[in-house]
Structure formats: C-alpha cells, structure tokens
T-cell receptor, first 114, second 113 residues
C-alpha cells in the first residue's frame, strides 16, 4: 500500500501570491487533514476533510482554503501569501473521521515566502 | 477545551540508558492520545496510541506509554536508548467528538554516544 504523498516538496513564492499544495491520501483512507508547522514548533491544525466536505477547522483565516476530491486526494490553497506563511505544510490521512485511528502523515511541503 | 503540554523541550541521554519524555494533557472528554516522532526533514510517524483500552500502550521501536487519568499524563518511555532514536517527539491529544487534534510543542531527544 502506498503512503501519503505530497507535492511539491519545496516551493518559493513571493508575498501576495497564491499557492496550491497537493496531497494524495493513503489507499483506503477517506479523511484528510492539513497542518502548518513553523520552524521549531509543533504542527497546527488547519482543517480536515471527510468525504469531500470540510469536517473541522482550526484558527486560520479564510485565505486558507481546501478541497477534497472523489478519490480522496486533497488540495490546500493559500491566497495573499504573507511572510509568516513560511512553514512546512503537512498532510495526513486516516481511514475515518473519528480520531480513534491516528493519522498517516506525508513528508510535507516546505513553503518559503519572500 | 483540550490542550497538551510537553514538559521538556530538550532531553539528552546516553546510549543504552532509559528514555523518559513527559506529557500532560487537558481534555473535557475521554481523550485519544498519541505519540509521534519526526526525524529531520521527514514527516511524522505514529509511535503509539491510547484510545481507552489498556492504559499501558506498547508502540514501535521499543517505546511504550502509560495513560494515567488521575495525573492527566501520558509519558513516553523506552528502557534503552539507541542512537537512531534521536529525533523530535510530539505528544498529541484528541477528543473523539472533535475533528481536530492538538500537538504539543515537541521534545527534542538527543542521544550521547
């Protein structure tokens, strides 16, 4: 079985631009969540998708948005990039929306905003 | 409201000696608790999880953790440290009714030869 894959692995954007990050969930997983991990900190929950619908959201502004597709892959979109958006963005999938299962994480996308 | 506190930002032990990484949590409901490990420039790997079954949980690579409700703790231990254990460790809490999980700030484990 394949794990969670994220693309791209690294990205450099200019302040004010928009970015789309992609995530393919592990086979058999219908739930995807996204996290932002700033340097030296723990991951912060952005939002979760279950069967193509948003199933919870953390304390992030509306310029952070997402999608989940019928094959359960997902995108994270960030508009009007700010310097503080520079971070490692992690995607995680699980076989259900109940947190009982734990999550399988991808290796992340390192976003640098200049 | 749920929260998690990792009591040590950095722990250093000698190879072959025991490891103790401390975690305290706060939760309004019966929580699920996890420990994840993150090696440099890598994603997060699940070490073990507690989901209201046995209070002593065994994970991968010889790690285990004990859920103590009276102390609201979920400390991670390993009897004998190995050089490959050097990494960042995160304690995570989640309420089953919630769709989000909360990470601690992490503990960096260093292993001395």
């Amino acid at each position: 079985e394949t794990g969670v894959t994220q693309s791209p692995t690294h990205l450099i954007k200019t302040r004010g631009q928009q970015v789309t990050l992609r995530c393919s969930s592990q086979s058999g997983h219908n739930t995807v969540s996204w996290y932002q991990q700033a340097l030296g900190q723990g991951p912060q929950f952005i939002f979760q998708y279950y069967r193509e619908e948003e199933n919870g959201r953390g304390n992030f502004p509306p310029r952070f948005s997402g999608l989940q597709f019928p094959n359960y892959s997902s995108e994270l979109n960030v508009n009007a990039l700010e310097l503080d958006d520079s971070a490692l963005y992690l995607c995680a999938s699980s076989p259900g929306r109940d947190n009982f299962y734990g999550y399988t994480f991808g290796s992340g996308t390192r976003l640098t905003v200049v | 409201a749920q929260s998690v506190t990792q009591l040590d930002s950095h722990v250093s032990v000698s190879e072959g000696t025991p490891v103790l990484l401390r975690c305290n949590y706060s939760s309004s409901y019966s929580p699920s608790l996890f420990w994840y490990v993150q090696h440099p420039n890598k994603g997060l790997q699940l070490l073990l999880k507690y989901t209201s079954a046995a209070t002593l949980v065994k994970g991968i690579n010889g790690f285990e953790a004990e859920f103590k409700k009276s102390e609201t703790s979920f400390h991670l231990t390993k009897p004998s440290a190995h050089m490959s254990d050097a990494a960042e460790y995160f304690c995570v809490v989640s309420e089953s009714s919630a769709s989000k999980i909360i990470f601690g700030s992490g503990t960096r484990l260093s292993i001395r030869p």
